[in-house]
């Protein structure tokens, strides 16, 4: 549903079934339920202690050093998929030419908040870890350009450690403004060769983006 105008009433002015659906009930209707979708994020890479079947770049663990993004699950889908959803029936959550889905699309312009928790594996404890949000991302090249990153974090010490494995949980919230078709991604890195997501971790692994107000 396309972001109702805000109309400012005259004097005297002659009210109408159609003005009262145009500027009132839409109104209310798009308000009381706005564009909003939150899916789980991916496995993207595998190790002994968590090989899911629907991982991505399975059977691997990503190269040190170098920026991943994280495949994202549909609406529904996942370990707990009944707590994900997309308010506007599919127009946020797309998947790409690859079959995957890499990013969750703004359908109107807007302020939205975005919300993004993520779960990083190394193998072996590192010591640097990097989270980043990025809008518009074209390629995985441009996670460090400097073209695309809006918000990133840096986790404190390891979180957990298990057969020389070392998990580390990020956490981002932002609220930016985005044109009707602009994209969000999220990424890590790490300098020890590492997986993204948790397929059994779901409550830690996220990402939602929701339209909270019109653009300044």
Same mark, same amino acid.
């Given at each position: 549903?396309?972001?109702?105008?805000?109309? =400012?009433?005259?004097?005297?002015?002659?009210?109408?079934?159609?003005?009262?659906?145009?500027?009132?009930?839409?109104?209310?209707?798009?308000?009381?339920?706005? !564009?909003? @979708?939150?899916?789980?994020?991916?496995?993207?890479?595998?190790?002994?202690?968590?090989?899911?079947?629907?991982?991505?770049?399975?059977?691997?663990?990503? +190269?040190?050093?170098? #920026?991943?993004?994280?495949?994202?699950?549909?609406?529904?889908?996942?370990?707990?998929?009944?707590?994900?959803?997309?308010?506007?029936?599919?127009?946020?959550?797309?998947?790409?030419?690859?079959?995957?889905? #890499?990013?969750?699309?703004? +359908?109107?312009?807007?302020?939205?908040? =975005? %919300?993004?928790?993520?779960?990083?594996?190394?193998?072996?404890?590192?010591?640097? *870890?990097?989270?980043?949000?990025?809008?518009?991302?074209?390629?995985?090249?441009? #996670?460090?350009?400097?073209?695309?990153? *809006?918000?990133?974090? @840096? !986790?404190? +010490?390891?979180?957990?450690?298990?057969?020389? =494995?070392?998990?580390?949980?990020?956490? =981002?919230?932002? %609220?930016?403004?985005?044109?009707?078709?602009?994209? *969000?991604?999220?990424?890590?890195?790490?300098?020890?060769?590492? *997986?993204?997501?948790?397929?059994?971790?779901?409550?830690?692994?996220?990402?939602?983006?929701? #339209?909270?107000?019109?653009?300044?």
């Amino acid at each position: 549903m396309p972001t109702p105008l805000v109309h =400012i009433w005259r004097e005297r002015e002659v009210v109408t079934t159609e003005t009262m659906n145009r500027y009132v009930r839409d109104v209310h209707r798009f308000l009381y339920r706005p !564009p909003a @979708c939150k899916v789980q994020l991916r496995q993207r890479g595998t190790h002994k202690l968590a090989n899911p079947t629907d991982a991505v770049t399975r059977g691997q663990w990503l +190269p040190f050093n170098t #920026w991943r993004s994280f495949p994202l699950h549909l609406p529904g889908a996942g370990v707990r998929g009944a707590e994900t959803y997309d308010t506007t029936g599919g127009e946020m959550a797309r998947p790409g030419t690859d079959g995957l889905m #890499w990013a969750l699309t703004a +359908p109107e312009d807007g302020l939205y908040a =975005i %919300t993004f928790g993520g779960v990083l594996e190394s193998n072996g404890q590192a010591n640097n *870890i990097h989270f980043r949000l990025a809008r518009n991302l074209r390629s995985e090249a441009d #996670w460090t350009s400097g073209y695309s990153p *809006i918000a990133s974090h @840096c !986790p404190g +010490p390891v979180q957990h450690g298990e057969l020389g =494995i070392s998990r580390y949980f990020g956490s =981002i919230q932002t %609220t930016i403004p985005l044109k009707k078709g602009d994209t *969000i991604s999220a990424a890590g890195v790490a300098d020890k060769d590492y *997986i993204l997501g948790r397929y059994d971790m779901p409550n830690r692994s996220s990402l939602e983006i929701r #339209w909270v107000g019109r653009a300044p």
